[in-house]
């Protein structure tokens, strides 16, 4: 702060000093004293005033500077006090003491949010671990119940009802998925492991984990100038491109439906050189009006309010957690036509370690 500042700041202190030096000039040339001992007498009082303010303002300057430059460099408001000494004077060490009490408030409050985060997310994972052990045995019981069927018209019924169940079977293991990477992308931590991968076989991974759902929906899987090295986390990218993929066969028009899986190397020789991968599928697109906000958690539009079984966290989770990993995403999209999203893989390894 300023001593100009301070000075204005305090001409509360300056206006009883003024009104006095003037009163005691008053009196002083009525009781008969020249001119000049008058103004002597008020220029003394209001120097005297002039004199405290200046050194108390020495006094508090260096603790209003580092209040200053703290408020406009510190990352985090609550590191302030820990980068500020004590000062001497009353109204400091009140300012003080009271950011003390709310920086100590305040990182209490981020510790028990943490930690009930840290609660909340192994509960998740420790209950999708356990709902999968059923699953995993209802699709053994499913697969051993196809090979025992008889080779007749009821044996076709019962491979036409158990391929139904298992098909939701899927989708539920899909949800429970969503559930444990809803939990992740909240957290704080940093529990992905970013290395180099091919992109052919990142998305020939998601291809054949998610064939059961394509087959389903008759959408033909396209893989078009894939020769790239990426880098991102395996499991996570596997379900990122997942959420796509489900996506795509969601909203999958009639015979002829593909998903293509494309991509480019996109500037070159700059800072912001990356590969971007374009998912893109020719299902009912999205209205311009609602491209926006595909991305938003909750999000459904109106072609999910039509019996789609729309639940708006899919691609909420691959923004949040593309976004996570330092990856870029966007969408495209036309009524009628198709739906593209594309994700940008930053070439540049450091990027990765901001």
């Not at 009353?90 to 209490?108: F, P, W």
Request: net charge negative; glycine share 8%; proline share 3%.
């Amino acid at each position: 702060m300023k001593l100009s500042e301070f000075l204005a700041s305090s001409w509360p202190h300056m206006a009883p000093a003024c009104i006095a030096a003037a009163l005691c000039a008053f009196i002083s040339a009525v009781g008969g004293a020249g001119f000049a001992v008058s103004a002597l007498m008020a220029l003394l009082i209001v120097g005297s005033a002039l004199v405290a303010l200046v050194v108390d303002y020495r006094r508090k300057r260096s603790f209003y500077a580092d209040l200053a430059a703290c408020i406009d460099d510190v990352e985090h408001p609550l590191w302030i006090t820990e980068m500020m000494d004590r000062p001497e004077f009353l109204e400091g060490r009140l300012a003080y003491e009271a950011l003390c009490r709310v920086s100590k408030a305040a990182n209490d409050d981020v510790a028990e949010y943490r930690r009930q985060t840290q609660d909340y997310r192994e509960y998740v994972e420790t209950w999708v671990h356990e709902a999968k052990s059923p699953l995993a045995a209802s699709h053994l019981m499913l697969e051993n119940l196809m090979e025992a069927a008889p080779a007749d018209e009821t044996g076709e019924k019962l491979l036409v009802k158990t391929e139904a169940l298992g098909e939701e079977l899927d989708r539920v293991e899909g949800y429970i998925e969503q559930a444990l990477f809803f939990a992740r992308s909240e957290s704080l931590d940093r529990d992905y492991l970013i290395r180099a991968y091919d992109l052919q076989k990142l998305v020939g991974d998601a291809v054949r984990a998610n064939a059961r759902v394509l087959i389903g929906a008759h959408v033909s899987p396209f893989r078009r100038g894939l020769d790239h090295t990426v880098f991102t986390d395996e499991k996570w990218m596997t379900f990122i491109l997942g959420q796509l993929i489900q996506n795509s066969a969601k909203y999958a028009q009639g015979d002829g439906a593909e998903i293509v899986f494309t991509s480019r190397l996109v500037d070159e020789g700059r800072a912001t050189e990356r590969v971007e991968l374009e998912v893109r599928d020719n299902g009912c697109g999205v209205e311009q009006a609602e491209l926006p906000r595909v991305f938003d958690r909750g999000f459904t539009g109106d072609n999910g309010r039509t019996g789609k079984r729309a639940t708006g966290i899919g691609l909420y989770l691959v923004k949040r957690l593309c976004g996570k990993m330092g990856l870029s995403v966007r969408a495209d999209a036309r009524p009628g036509e198709f739906f593209a999203v594309t994700i940008g893989f930053p070439t540049n390894k450091m990027h990765y370690f901001e």
